[in-house]
């Protein structure tokens, strides 16, 4: 059907940082499937844990144990605050497991089942997701959503802090930065501030850390930055190489809540997923990913800078680690500012009509870097 509106251009091949056409012609890939190929294209690692795993076993449902499952779990409670997770397949299916997990958690704890949530805020396309979503223009048509969900504004705390006097309320749910809403991130202390009032509350905190999550901000997971830890977390996107995987993460106290015939997902921690899942939490960990995302992610800040002194048509750079934002103007340059760097070889994103989203892999390199920032220099320079 026809949901998307699509670049003109057939994509056949890629490895590392670039992907190829139908035509033979080269891209570096700065949108990296939308925070999905973390590692890039083709990386060894992935491709052998898929190729392995296909030869083996592909699929047998979670009627079975399975090995690549467990190894997985265990990587991501070893270095993560959780001590259970629940693997499915897509981000919005993250964020569905922990709105009913929130939900099972506080109808055992007061009768509670509100969640709070941020405005602007994007959790995925299905009805609980969307409901989740903080933004009125993926809603339109789809009304009657789910109910129980309040909005406040994302970044400030009292409107949170008053919203949070509901005695109904069970969770709040938020991103560590938005990322569909233009890489919006809040201050330092607006996250420990939250975790705080939600301490005191007994409420608990979701993160959504499907886009911001294994290593796109220089550490594993984004809370890492601000000394917290979230009750529940969400993970999808990158966690699975490309092929679709999601999970939730909870501490015991709180994964208790889902017992057996609860929840579930027929393909959720499919083999396949799982294998490939482990070879890119092994690469992200044990190659020092996530030093060059923050080493990186600082580099390309600072070149941007120099863009942002020389076009008054940017309003704004904003980055933490390789999420990086350009904030233009006006709406009406940003998708002409797309096509001239698709043109010369560059991919980008648009969000919200005037923010070019960058989402390198985890491995750029400086030369590469060079390379995006000289082909938006000279896009910016045809466009002014
Ligand atoms: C923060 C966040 N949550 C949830 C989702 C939904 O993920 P999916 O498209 O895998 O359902 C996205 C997708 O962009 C996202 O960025």
């Not at 679709?244 to 909870?250: D, I, M, R, T, Y």
Request: aromatic residues 6%; neutral net charge.
């Amino acid at each position: 059907m026809n949901t998307y509106s699509r670049h003109p251009i057939v994509l056949v091949g890629g490895e590392g940082c670039w992907v190829r056409d139908i035509d033979g012609k080269k891209y570096l890939d700065f949108i990296t499937g939308i925070a999905v190929t973390n590692l890039g294209h083709s990386h060894p690692a992935v491709v052998k844990a898929i190729e392995d795993q296909a030869r083996s076993l592909i699929h047998v449902s979670n009627l079975f144990h399975i090995v690549p499952q467990v190894e997985l779990a265990e990587i991501l409670v070893k270095n993560s605050f959780a001590d259970k997770v629940f693997f499915c397949n897509s981000g919005a299916e993250a964020n569905e497991g922990a709105i009913k997990l929130a939900r099972k958690w506080g109808t055992a704890n007061g009768g509670r089942y509100k969640i709070v949530s941020a405005l602007g805020s994007f959790h995925g396309r299905t009805l609980g997701a969307l409901s989740a979503t903080g933004q009125k223009k993926y809603q339109k048509g789809f009304k009657p959503l789910a109910g129980g969900f309040k909005f406040v504004p994302y970044g400030k705390i009292e409107p949170l802090r008053s919203a949070l006097d509901d005695e109904k309320v069970c969770a709040v749910i938020l991103e560590p930065i938005q990322g569909e809403n233009g890489v919006v991130i809040p201050s330092d202390d607006y996250l420990p501030k939250v975790r705080e009032i939600c301490t005191q509350k007994n409420v608990l905190l979701i993160l959504d850390e499907i886009q911001v999550g294994l290593g796109r901000t220089g550490r594993l997971f984004a809370y890492e930055h601000y000394g917290i830890e979230p009750d529940i977390m969400t993970l999808a996107k990158a966690l699975g190489g490309g092929i679709p995987a999601g999970a939730v993460l909870a501490r015991d106290e709180v994964a208790l809540y889902l017992t057996p015939g609860s929840h579930g997902s027929t393909l959720g921690g499919n083999l396949l997923a799982m294998h490939s899942g482990c070879a890119v939490l092994e690469t992200i960990l044990g190659d020092g990913l996530l030093d060059n995302a923050d080493l990186m992610g600082k580099y390309f800040l600072q070149k941007l800078r120099t863009l942002a002194d020389k076009y008054k048509l940017i309003r704004e750079i904003r980055g933490k680690g390789l999420i990086l934002g350009i904030e233009l103007r006006s709406k009406d340059i940003g998708k002409g500012i797309i096509k001239k760097c698709l043109e010369k070889g560059v991919l980008l994103n648009l969000t919200e009509e005037k923010i070019i989203r960058i989402l390198p892999p985890l491995i750029v390199t400086r030369e590469e870097i060079d390379f995006a920032v000289e082909k938006l220099d000279e896009s910016f320079q045809a466009v002014s």
